[in-house]
């Protein structure tokens, strides 16, 4: 039996296809968190066409303003059918899981079937203003759920001192660990559900982890350079997110990792053959981080050419922040009497590299790093619209 829960989704004022929402509710010291996911698995049987035609695309392409130019699913189930539309009841997937007064986790999570309703959309922005307006009779519940939000970011990143006040710098991470940058009047509510995001995708990974249960895992490893995510079958420390393991349940209708990942926590909810073993997912596995790597979404993303000023460094920070693409380090060495610059990223699944050589001027050749990887950017950019 199925029970009955509301909560509230934020997300962009585009974003129709709505795969998540939460409440939060106080009594006496104690807090408890239901973060809801909608149960695509009960909509999309394994082996149908739709599943196979999600399996083809893999996941939802999204254009930097969040409207979708192709979803991983028809239309019609991931903005209607499958999507936590305001006032609507949806079949979900969802965690229950309570703190202290002081956000310290009680006990184990506990995930149930359920019936979802959301009682209101919001939007990024719409946080902003309500932790502003304490009029508001869902200021109570958003309040703590900002405080609740912050505190599990302190907890994974102890060395930042992220204070409430730092938020407004407009700087966040995705549920991957990736940095991004935001308006700043939406930061509030971006770091609320990449958090619960994350909260519910890494106590999913603990509950199968402690089972025994192969998933598809989501493993982190970084190099001198170069930062790169990608799936695996056994879990592995993330170690962007600084959690030892981790996966993502969080977006069964945009990523099929998702949708597989909530059918075998499914199945361990209601004791069902679970479909998913370690060969089958080993096939999957190559397919999901052939497609991580590629990108081949990136060719559809609106990327603009840099405009090269004076700062170049700036310039390529400023760029790689309004695209969402990270932020490329600069290495700069001596060597006899020079000094070499290298610049090094990972665009539109090519590794763009770049080095240089300057006569003892140590920032001429940070520059003249970032000045390359300019240009093979550009590069790139402008091969794409011709091609």
Known sequence: M????????????????????????????????????????????????????????????YRLNGTAIKHMLPKNIAECTASFLPSQTRQALTMVISFDKDYNLLGTPRFVQSIFRSIKKLFYSDIHWLLRNNHD?????????????????????????????DVCEGIIFDDDGKRLACDSIETEGHIIITEFSILFNLLVAQYLKNLGIPALYRVHKKTEVLSIANYSITPEKHEDMKIDYYLRATSPIRRFSDLVN????????????????????????????????????????????????????????????AHQVPIPKIHVKPEDRFFIGECQMLFMGEKLQYKTRRLAQQNLARKSAATGICNLINQKIDNTKSG
């Open 262 to 321: 909530q059918r075998i926590l499914i199945s361990t909810l209601t004791n069902q053959n679970n479909y998913y073993n370690e060969e089958n997912l080993s096939e999957l596995l190559q397919r999901l981080n052939t497609k991580v790597l590629n990108k081949p979404e990136d060719d559809l993303r609106e990327y603009k050419r840099i405009v090269i000023e004076t700062d170049t460094i700036e310039t390529l920070s400023k760029w790689c922040r």
């Open 2 to 61: 199925r029970c009955n829960l509301t909560g509230v989704t934020i997300d962009r004022p585009s974003s129709m296809d709505l795969d998540d929402g939460f409440w939060l509710t106080r009594t006496d010291d104690i807090f408890k968190l239901n973060i809801s996911v909608s149960e695509v698995a009960s909509i999309i049987p394994i082996g149908s066409e739709l599943d196979i035609n999600a399996y083809e695309q893999i996941e939802s392409v």
């Open 137 to 165: 009779e869902i200021f109570p519940m958003i309040n703590q759920a900002f405080d609740l939000a912050l505190e599990l970011m302190r907890k994974r990143f102890p060395e930042r001192k992220i204070s409430r006040e």
